[in-house]
């Protein structure tokens, strides 16, 4: 079997044609958000929305209500129970977010342990990103595509909330505004995820990517087209494993994120571990 068999074979189905661009539409916006959350160090609440969204999923199911609104009501209740115990006692934000997702992510267990289902509801723990449909894809399109028109409308003051909260709130911007905007756009994104890799892996799309693009380059703008072209190259090449393996293919779309952060972190230009022993030795010598 040629290279071009290999390649062209899993085109010929329809069910991977949708879960291509499904998988490539999450990975652009995830990527996109994954350069902000690394920068303001949102690592954490990330995994934390990605969890708490399983309640609200289930949920859905239950009263017939699209997965999408399930979750994007429990992802902006996280926050808001977050920022709730934040403020409103002595315990840190590390805190409340442990309390919130687990609490949360509990709840969505036994939800699952005890609705009655002609559904596998283990698929949105999983992820099935290849029993996508059409109607599927044009969610997570529409979701997708308010997540990044936020992101792109709003990108010069979300950077320097990134960057400088405090310089943002001199120049009249709002730090507590700008924060809940990203917090949404957060929530969103881990719906959009979610039928992809499943409510337990979104987290890596959200951090692996922007985590790698910044080992890469210092400039921010560049990270925002290094993420989205690594994260999409990535996703592809996982669910092609998947095809020919016959593996999971939202465990592969991470697996193959995180071995390209591997790779950066060895062998990336300036930064990469073995190119800086490197420069150490002929120092050295």
Known sequence: ????????????????????????????????????????????????????????????????????????????????????????????????????????????????????????????IFGNVLGVSTGDLVQIGILAAIAFAVLTVKRRDLTLYAFDPTHAFAIGLSPRVLGALLLGVLALTAVVALQVVGVILVVAMLIIPGATAHLLTDRFGRMLLIAPVMSVVSSVVGLYLSYWVDASPGGLVVLVQGAVFALVYLAGPTRGVLWRLGRRTRAAA
Request: glycine share 8%; aromatic share 10%; charged share 10%.
């Open 1 to 124: 079997m040629t290279l071009w068999d290999l390649i062209v074979e899993p085109l010929q189905y329809d069910f991977m044609l949708r879960a291509l661009a499904a998988t490539s539409i999450a990975a652009i916006v995830c990527a996109i958000l994954s350069c902000w959350l690394v920068l303001v160090g949102w690592s954490l609440m990330g995994d934390a929305v990605s969890h708490a969204v399983l309640p609200g999923v289930v949920l859905a199911y239950v009263f017939g209500a699209p997965f999408a609104l399930g979750a994007l009501v429990f992802g902006f209740l996280a926050v808001a129970l977050i920022g709730l115990i934040r403020g409103t006692s002595r315990v840190k934000e590390d805190a409340a977010i442990g309390i919130v997702f687990t609490t949360l992510f509990a709840l969505g267990l036994v939800l699952i342990s005890i609705t009655p289902s002609q559904t596998d509801l283990n698929h949105i």
